[in-house]
Structures are given as structure tokens and as C-alpha cells.
């Protein structure tokens, strides 16, 4: 049994594995982050490793979790320190990241995470809540005012349960001991994530409180950031395999590919730490990054996900290696979201394509479809449904995006191609149970499942080239199954 990964034994670390460079006593806490997952760890933590390396000790992170205690318990008796293992085929690269301090529990004591985050040297509050964390409607992108968590914590505005519950009251105590707001970052998979979290905390916080409201709209800035890393859920093979690696336990390391992009919209309020140093790209305007990587990486991962599982697929990188997997992707890249991605002066798309190719086939990595396809309802809007709009404007034909939204469609009627059933993890998984309940048919499936106002919005149920094209595409999985319908594809 090894000893356990601590400030106390990192002096035994061997000489290979990259470690804080810097005196972690001496950080100060610049950065609350909320949601400390996988993600985070993997991404956002490390850039501030190095920022922190680099000199500038007044953004180390306070990790907070909305939901569990696994990361904190995880996490306190290794003094926040945890390894990051960056595989790929060629290999794997070790470090030990060491800008996570304390991590609290929000349900456990809500109080100590508003004190948190209304101390005057918290300059940042990040967020990697996913998607449904922000409480919203994905089709429109305004708050979900009938939200359980929204009703809950606009009742009770010193015990919150949601992330805007959190940011709105701690705003207020800022804003009535005189104080500046903090920069709110959102590292989310959204569309305009910062302009979406901005409008979203403006609206709760105006439902508050007229005044808190032009507060926030007047002085919160919220850059968007377009963040990529693909991140696996760490497994019990990663934690025995990085143990004998560094020689000490860790309870949740992180694995994680080499990739990894941040850029970063450059209007913080109240500075920010050098995460350019570290990689990061600052710019003016993040939308084209941000809807080149949702519409090609995301769109295609969903669709892998939800056609890769029904055949029975575990990983992404399995289903790659299916037949025409891995060229039905290539083909829906080029042929139907390329128009539908804004052009990047000086970028290379191709190469950008060809790399996405190479990581969903990294070998090394673990990826599990059924982990890509959770919350499908709240990812398939900013992922292809956008891109459909596009196409269908165009007068273009979208039939690999229409075989995606099928196999989400196919996916949540809680049966598999084997007729095993799909542990189906979603804030919608409810209604879509009772929309595809008993039918098995395409036409009545699509029928049922489109009119979900906050997925489709208003328009697409009444874009006929829409219907009969998801329809076309749901009648040859429920005839023939995913791995026949994508090999199908593939040869046409
Ligand atoms: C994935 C993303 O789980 C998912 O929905 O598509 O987490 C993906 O791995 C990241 O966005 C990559 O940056």
C-alpha cells in the first residue's frame, strides 16, 4: 500500500513527475471556482498551476461542489493537491497540479461559500456547472423562471442551492458593503456562455431585487470562453495505474489527452491571472472559436455518443473503429457543419478537423458514450440544432445531423438496439419517457418528442424538411439498427 498523496510527501514524488514549482503556502485564494469536477481539474486548474508558477501568487482556487462531497473528501486529505495523467498512444506525461486549496461542500454550509465569495480578494468566480446548472431554457437561452432550484433560492436568498442562487446573494452582500462585483467566468459548453450567464444572473437578480438587478447588468463583467479538453470520469484502473506511477495513492486523479484549448473573451473587471503564459488565448471576440468547437467537436461527440452506444460501443474511441464510424463523422464535418462554422482568418480548419479525428481515436483514453450522452436535452440545441437551422436556410441537405438528433431520439425511449434497457440521465428523462412511452413507430416518435419546446424551439416543428428528414433517419435505426444504418451510410 502506498502512502497517500500530501504537501508531506511530495518531496518523495519521483523526479519525472512535474510538480508545483511554487511556495503553496505563500498563495492567496483569487479564484472561487464552482462545480471542482473533472473538467475543471484537467483544465482551468492547470493553466492556473502554471500562471501560478510563473510568479503571481494571488489566484490560487477555492474549489466548491453544489452537489456531493466526493471531491472534497477526496481532495482535503491530499491538501487539494491531485495528478493529472496525459495519455495518448505514444505515452503518458505526469503532473501533480497544486492550485486547488480548500474545497468546500455548498448543501453542508451554504454560508461558508457566500463568505468565500464575498471576500474582497475573490476577483473571479468561474463556473463548470454544465449545462442544466444554469437553470435555463436551452432553445432560448433566458432563465427558466419555473425552475425548481430558481423558485427555492429566490424564497430563500441566504440558503442557496444553485449557482446563481450563490453568485446573486453573494453580489448583493458585495454590493452593499460597497464593494466591487467579481469577474463571473463561465467555462461551460454554451453557446455566448459569458453574454448568456450575464443576461441569465441579471434576470434572477432583478426578480430579487430591482436595484441588485442593475448592479449586476451594469458592473458584472462575464467574458465568454470557448474551453476544450476531452476529460473521461477517472476509473479504478486510472487510480491503480497512477499510483504506481507517482508512488503515492491518489483517491481521484485525472486523465485526461494532451489537447487542451482555452480562449478566452479579455474583459475582466478586476484582473485575472496569466493564463495566456500558460496557453491560453486572449481576443476580443470568442464566437467563432466557440461555435466552431460546439458544432464540430461537440456535435460529432454527441452523435458518436448516441449511435456508438445503441450498437453496443463503450468507449468513443471503439466506436471509431466501427464500421463507418469514423467516415460518417469525417463526411458530417465536411459536408454539413463546415458551412455553418464562421471562417477564422489564418485558421486551418482542416488540420482543426483531421486533430478532432485523432482525439475521438485516441486509444489511450476511455471515453464512455454513456458519459457524452447524458443531458442530451440540454446539449443537442447548441450542438446540431443550430447547425441544422443553417443548413435548412441554405437549402442545404443535413442528413448526418438529422441521423444524429434520430439516435437521441432513439436513445431516449430507454431501450438499446439489443432491447437492453438505457440508464437514461437527463432533467427531461421523465417527460421524454412518457412522449415515446408504448411507440414504435418513426413518425408518431418525432411527432411526440419535437414539440419539447426548450429542445426544438418554435420553429423546427414546423419545418417539414426537418421532420421527414429526422423521420427518414429514425425509421432505419428502429428497422435496422445503429451499426447497419451508419455502415448504410457510409457506402452512399
Ligand atoms: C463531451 C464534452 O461529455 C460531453 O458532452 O462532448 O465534455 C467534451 O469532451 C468536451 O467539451 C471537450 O472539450
Same mark, same amino acid.
Given at each position: 500500500?502506498?502512502?497517500?498523496?500530501?504537501?508531506?510527501?511530495?518531496?518523495?514524488?519521483?523526479?519525472?513527475?512535474?510538480?508545483?514549482?511554487?511556495?503553496?503556502?505563500?498563495? !492567496?485564494? =483569487?479564484?472561487?471556482?464552482?462545480?471542482?469536477?473533472?473538467?475543471?481539474?484537467?483544465?482551468?486548474?492547470?493553466?492556473?498551476?502554471?500562471?501560478?508558477?510563473?510568479?503571481?501568487?494571488?489566484?490560487?482556487?477555492?474549489?466548491?461542489?453544489?452537489?456531493?462531497?466526493?471531491?472534497?473528501?477526496?481532495?482535503?486529505?491530499?491538501?487539494?493537491?491531485?495528478?493529472?495523467?496525459?495519455?495518448?498512444?505514444?505515452?503518458?506525461?505526469?503532473?501533480?497540479?497544486?492550485?486547488?486549496? !480548500?474545497?468546500?461542500?455548498?448543501?453542508?454550509? @451554504?454560508?461558508? *461559500?457566500?463568505?468565500?465569495?464575498?471576500?474582497? %480578494?475573490?476577483?473571479?468566480?468561474?463556473?463548470?456547472?454544465?449545462? !442544466?446548472?444554469?437553470?435555463?431554457?436551452?432553445?432560448? #437561452?433566458?432563465?427558466?423562471?419555473?425552475?425548481?432550484?430558481?423558485?427555492? +433560492?429566490?424564497?430563500?436568498?441566504? $440558503?442557496?442551492?444553485?449557482?446563481?442562487?450563490?453568485?446573486?446573494?453573494?453580489? &448583493?452582500?458585495?454590493? *452593499?458593503?460597497?464593494?466591487?462585483?467579481?469577474?463571473?467566468?463561465?467555462?461551460? &459548453?454554451?453557446?455566448?456562455?459569458?453574454?448568456?450567464?450575464?443576461?441569465?444572473?441579471?434576470?434572477?437578480?432583478?426578480?430579487? +431585487?430591482?436595484?441588485?438587478?442593475?448592479?449586476?447588468?451594469?458592473?458584472?463583467?462575464?467574458?465568454?470562453?470557448?474551453?476544450?479538453?476531452?476529460?473521461?470520469?477517472?476509473?479504478?484502473?486510472?487510480?491503480?495505474?497512477?499510483?504506481?506511477?507517482? =508512488?503515492?495513492?491518489?483517491?481521484?486523479?485525472?486523465?485526461?489527452?494532451? /489537447?487542451?484549448?482555452?480562449?478566452? %473573451?479579455? +474583459? /475582466?473587471?478586476?484582473?485575472?491571472?496569466?493564463?495566456?503564459?500558460?496557453?491560453?488565448?486572449?481576443?476580443?471576440?470568442?464566437?467563432?472559436?466557440?461555435?466552431? !468547437?460546439?458544432?464540430?467537436? &461537440?456535435?460529432?461527440?454527441?452523435?458518436?455518443?448516441?449511435?456508438?452506444?445503441?450498437?453496443?460501443?463503450?468507449?468513443?474511441?471503439?466506436?471509431?473503429?466501427?464500421?463507418?464510424?469514423?467516415?460518417?463523422?469525417?463526411?458530417?464535418?465536411?459536408?454539413?457543419?463546415?458551412?455553418?462554422?464562421?471562417? *477564422?482568418?489564418?485558421?486551418?480548419?482542416? #488540420?482543426? $478537423?483531421?486533430?478532432?479525428?485523432?482525439?475521438?481515436? &485516441?486509444?489511450?483514453?476511455?471515453?464512455?458514450?454513456?458519459?457524452?450522452?447524458?443531458?442530451?436535452?440540454? $446539449?443537442?440545441?447548441?450542438?446540431?440544432?443550430?447547425?441544422?437551422? =443553417?443548413?435548412?436556410?441554405?437549402?442545404?441537405?443535413? %442528413?448526418?445531423?438529422?441521423?444524429?438528433?434520430?439516435?437521441?431520439?432513439?436513445?431516449?425511449?430507454?431501450?438499446?438496439? $439489443?432491447?437492453? @434497457?438505457?440508464?437514461?440521465?437527463?432533467?427531461?428523462?421523465?417527460?421524454?419517457?412518457?412522449?415515446?412511452?408504448?411507440?414504435?413507430?418513426?413518425?408518431?416518435?418525432?411527432?411526440?418528442?419535437? #414539440?419539447?419546446?426548450?429542445? /426544438?424551439?418554435?420553429?423546427?416543428?414546423?419545418?417539414?424538411?426537418?421532420?421527414?428528414?429526422?423521420?427518414?433517419?429514425?425509421?432505419?435505426?428502429?428497422?435496422?439498427?445503429?451499426?447497419?444504418?451508419?455502415?448504410?451510410?457510409?457506402?452512399?
Amino acid at each position: 500500500m502506498h502512502a497517500r498523496l500530501s504537501t508531506e510527501t511530495l518531496p518523495d514524488l519521483p523526479p519525472s513527475v512535474v510538480r508545483p514549482s511554487y511556495d503553496r503556502a505563500a498563495v !492567496k485564494t =483569487g479564484i472561487v471556482h464552482l462545480g471542482i469536477g473533472a473538467f475543471h481539474r484537467a483544465h482551468q486548474a492547470v493553466y492556473t498551476d502554471a500562471a501560478l508558477g510563473a510568479g503571481d501568487t494571488r489566484w490560487g482556487i477555492l474549489g466548491a461542489s453544489l452537489r456531493s462531497s466526493d471531491t472534497r473528501d477526496a481532495l482535503s486529505p491530499q491538501d487539494g493537491l491531485y495528478t493529472v495523467s496525459v495519455r495518448d498512444g505514444a505515452g503518458e506525461r505526469v503532473q501533480v497540479v497544486g492550485s486547488v486549496g !480548500k474545497v468546500l461542500v455548498a448543501p453542508e454550509d @451554504p454560508e461558508a *461559500l457566500l463568505q468565500a465569495l464575498v471576500r474582497p %480578494e475573490t476577483h473571479i468566480v468561474s463556473l463548470t456547472v454544465t449545462e !442544466k446548472g444554469y437553470c435555463h431554457d436551452p432553445a432560448s #437561452g433566458e432563465l427558466d423562471e419555473s425552475h425548481p432550484d430558481v423558485r427555492h +433560492d429566490l424564497a430563500h436568498p441566504d $440558503k442557496p442551492r444553485s449557482a446563481l442562487g450563490f453568485i446573486a446573494e453573494a453580489l &448583493n452582500r458585495r454590493r *452593499l458593503a460597497g464593494a466591487t462585483p467579481f469577474t463571473l467566468l463561465s467555462c461551460d &459548453n454554451l453557446p455566448a456562455n459569458g453574454a448568456t450567464l450575464h443576461r441569465i444572473i441579471t434576470r434572477f437578480a432583478s426578480r430579487r +431585487d430591482v436595484d441588485l438587478g442593475r448592479f449586476v447588468a451594469d458592473t458584472v463583467h462575464c467574458p465568454s470562453s470557448m474551453v476544450d479538453r476531452i476529460v473521461p470520469a477517472t476509473t479504478e484502473a486510472d487510480r491503480a495505474s497512477v499510483a504506481a506511477a507517482i =508512488g503515492l495513492q491518489d483517491s481521484w486523479p485525472i486523465v485526461t489527452e494532451p /489537447f487542451s484549448q482555452w480562449v478566452v %473573451e479579455d +474583459d /475582466f473587471g478586476a484582473g485575472r491571472p496569466a493564463w495566456d503564459e500558460a496557453g491560453a488565448t486572449f481576443v476580443r471576440d470568442v464566437a467563432p472559436f466557440e461555435l466552431m !468547437k460546439l458544432r464540430l467537436l &461537440n456535435g460529432s461527440h454527441s452523435t458518436l455518443a448516441y449511435l456508438g452506444y445503441l450498437a453496443g460501443h463503450e468507449t468513443v474511441a471503439e466506436a471509431m473503429a466501427a464500421p463507418g464510424y469514423t467516415s460518417l463523422i469525417r463526411r458530417m464535418m465536411d459536408e454539413e457543419i463546415t458551412t455553418e462554422v464562421p471562417p *477564422l482568418a489564418g485558421f486551418d480548419l482542416d #488540420g482543426y $478537423k483531421a486533430s478532432l479525428i485523432a482525439r475521438f481515436q &485516441n486509444p489511450a483514453l476511455r471515453h464512455r458514450t454513456w458519459q457524452i450522452a447524458m443531458d442530451g436535452s440540454q $446539449k443537442l440545441p447548441q450542438r446540431l440544432l443550430g447547425t441544422i437551422r =443553417g443548413r435548412i436556410v441554405r437549402g442545404a441537405p443535413f %442528413e448526418r445531423l438529422a441521423l444524429g438528433v434520430a439516435a437521441w431520439l432513439r436513445y431516449v425511449t430507454g431501450v438499446d438496439d $439489443k432491447g437492453a @434497457p438505457i440508464d437514461v440521465r437527463d432533467p427531461l428523462a421523465a417527460d421524454l419517457k412518457r412522449r415515446t412511452a408504448g411507440m414504435i413507430e418513426a413518425g408518431a416518435l418525432v411527432e411526440s418528442v419535437i #414539440g419539447v419546446e426548450s429542445v /426544438f424551439g418554435r420553429d423546427l416543428p414546423r419545418e417539414p424538411i426537418f421532420r421527414s428528414t429526422v423521420e427518414r433517419a429514425l425509421s432505419l435505426l428502429l428497422a435496422e439498427g445503429a451499426a447497419a444504418t451508419v455502415a448504410r451510410l457510409a457506402r452512399q
